[in-house]
């Protein structure tokens, strides 16, 4: 079975995600990757899986740097990663500005370099067990005391933009993609890695491109786009996805989607993100078109695709079924 993993949140409760990544896991999905939005604290809900699975690796995709110091970001990780024997994938984010100023009253003002002195130090905490940084964005003079770090821990980025994806290849063990086209993927993304990589001397073998794939199984395709849209929803309205949006070839629906929402009008601006939009990130329909979808974004240049279940639409499969179709 060629490399796969899934984005399974818990859902409705702890213990119905624990039974879908028991499936995952049989299925021989590598790794179960979890989000941070407003929701479940995403590393105590990786610690539950881990405490009721054996072998399925364990991701954040991502946690955003901003709510915790450095120094305690990497205390939990290595904590988590010896608590599940080694399966911990570290995934760290920025957020956006929307959420970090306007949820938490922080600032994001320099994503970039805020990122660079973030991984840094968990970086140097996790490898060494010891950091010292005395930088513009975060200091950090922590070390572990009577505790062993946790090198060969995999941390990876989220990164949409060259500059984020110039510092994954320098300093990170992969990226995380979400809204990232294929077309983009394969003429941006994997090119990037690729150079940037090579002027630090690293190679592409052992580094992750993880992209989540939204995939909708059966049922009535127009209701899966129409679910498919209103996921998509809050990513359209944020700066970093509209730029990669619009360099994968769909500036043109951002500009209908925003004269539909000035006019007062959510509903139509949504069906401006037309079929052919939601086709490029999607897989939609059979077993057959939703394991094409996947295997496009591995042409892309993907390393591990990520199924995203789409369900709830008339007569669509349930995140079971789509898991065993995909592994299928």
Request: charged share 25%; glycine share 12%.
């Amino acid at each position: 079975m060629a490399r796969i993993a899934c984005s399974l949140d818990p859902g409705r409760s702890l213990d119905e995600g624990v039974e879908r990544v028991r499936l995952a896991e049989s299925l021989g999905y590598e790794s179960v990757w979890v989000t941070h939005i407003a929701r479940r604290e995403p590393l105590q809900v990786l610690g539950h899986y881990a405490r009721h699975t054996e072998r399925i690796g364990l991701a954040t995709g991502v946690v955003p740097i901003m709510l915790r110091h450095p120094a305690l970001m990497a205390m939990e990780a290595a904590t988590l990663d010896e608590v599940s024997r080694g399966r911990l994938t570290l995934g760290l984010g920025v957020s956006h500005k929307v959420t970090v100023e306007g949820w938490y009253g922080l600032s994001l003002e320099d994503p970039v370099g805020q990122m660079r002195e973030y991984l840094t130090i968990v970086r140097d905490l996790l490898d060494r067990g010891a950091s010292g940084l005395e930088g513009r964005h975060f200091t950090s003079r922590f070390s572990f005391l009577g505790y062993a770090a946790r090198p060969g821990m995999k941390v990876v980025v989220a990164a949409l933009g060259e500059r984020m994806l110039r510092l994954a290849a320098e300093l990170a063990d992969g990226v995380v993609l979400w809204m990232c086209s294929p077309a983009y993927i394969r003429e941006t993304v994997r090119p990037t890695i690729e150079k940037a990589l090579a002027e630090h001397g690293r190679s592409i073998d052992g580094f992750d491109i993880v992209a989540n794939v939204p995939l909708a199984l059966g049922g009535d395709e127009a209701a899966a786009r129409d679910a498919i849209r209103r996921r998509v929803l809050p990513y359209v309205q944020l700066p970093f996805y509209r730029a990669v949006i619009a360099a994968g070839g769909h500036e043109a629906e951002l500009g209908a989607f925003d004269a539909a929402m000035a006019s007062g009008s959510p509903d139509e601006a949504l069906q401006e993100l037309g079929d052919a939009f939601v086709d490029d990130y999607a897989g939609i329909g059979d077993e057959a078109a939703v394991r094409r979808k996947v295997e496009e974004y591995r042409d892309a240049g993907v390393t591990l695709p990520s199924v995203g279940p789409v369900t709830g639409h008339e007569g669509g499969a349930s995140v079971e079924g789509l898991l065993t179709a995909v592994a299928g």
